[in-house]
């Protein structure tokens, strides 16, 4: 069964640096493209960052450039997210999300269960 | 980058079908084959229903189905059911080198 599973999220003060992580299951994790993508409280989904297969390519929405670094760890199976400079508009629960294919220009086919993050003083 | 546009709520009866629309443009869902459709029931994680527009992940009920024409991709939901009842979204590559999400559309079976 393929899985995704997050952890890392926690209450933090702004200004302050958290890393998220993401361990993948049940498949080859090199052979895809991965994602983040938040959903601040009874708001809508956004993309956060992602990565290809090899994470030798990455990407960011513009809302959080210069502030996050995505990267990947493919023998430990595991996608990480670095955010630094936090924001209370950072708020939000944050879910690993599979491309269905290596590349970035795929859709998502796979969720994880997500891990929150609280920015708050 | 814009969000996709879909209608804020739609309903039907147990047993009708129903389609939700996600309108873009040309360098998200016109440009591109990569419309997933994404399910959410309150405090739980999305389920993706539809990935690149029409294929279905195993295990999803092929009541589910998924096209496109043009800059608007389109879910169909035959045979409604009670457990149907959820918020719905549409995401899309977009260029260049990001993805965007539509608002989301709240299904009430009546």
């Known amino acids: 069964e393929v899985q995704l599973l997050e952890s890392g999220g926690d209450l933090a003060q702004p200004g302050g640096s958290l890393r998220l992580s993401c361990v993948g299951s049940g498949f080859t994790f090199s052979d895809y493209g991965m994602s983040w993508v938040r959903q601040a409280p009874g708001k809508a989904l956004e993309w956060v960052s992602g990565a290809i297969g090899s994470g030798g390519s990455t990407y960011y929405a513009d809302s959080v450039r210069g502030r996050f670094t995505i990267s990947r760890d493919n023998p430990k199976k595991t996608l990480l997210l670095q955010i630094n400079s936090l924001r209370a508009e950072d708020t939000a629960v944050y879910f690993c999300?599979?491309?269905?294919?290596?590349?970035?220009?795929?859709?998502?086919?796979?969720w994880g269960q997500g891990t929150t993050v609280t920015v708050s003083s | 980058q814009s969000a996709l546009t879909q209608p804020a709520s739609v309903s039907g009866s147990p047993g009708q079908s129903i389609t939700i629309s996600c309108t873009g443009t040309?360098?998200?869902?016109?440009?591109?084959?990569?419309v997933s459709w994404h399910q959410q029931h309150p405090g739980k994680a999305p389920k993706v229903l539809i990935h690149?527009?029409?294929n279905r992940p195993s295990g999803v009920s092929n009541r589910f189905s998924g096209s496109k024409s043009g800059n608007t991709a389109s879910l169909t939901i035959s045979g409604l059911q009670a457990e149907d009842e959820a918020d719905y979204y549409c995401s899309s590559y977009i260029s260049p080198n990001a993805h965007v999400f539509g608002g989301g559309t709240k299904l009430t079976v009546l």
């Open positions: 690149d527009v029409s």
């Open positions: 040309s360098s998200d869902v016109g440009g591109y084959d990569s």
């Open positions: 999300v599979r491309s269905s294919y290596y590349f970035h220009h795929y859709g998502m086919d796979v």
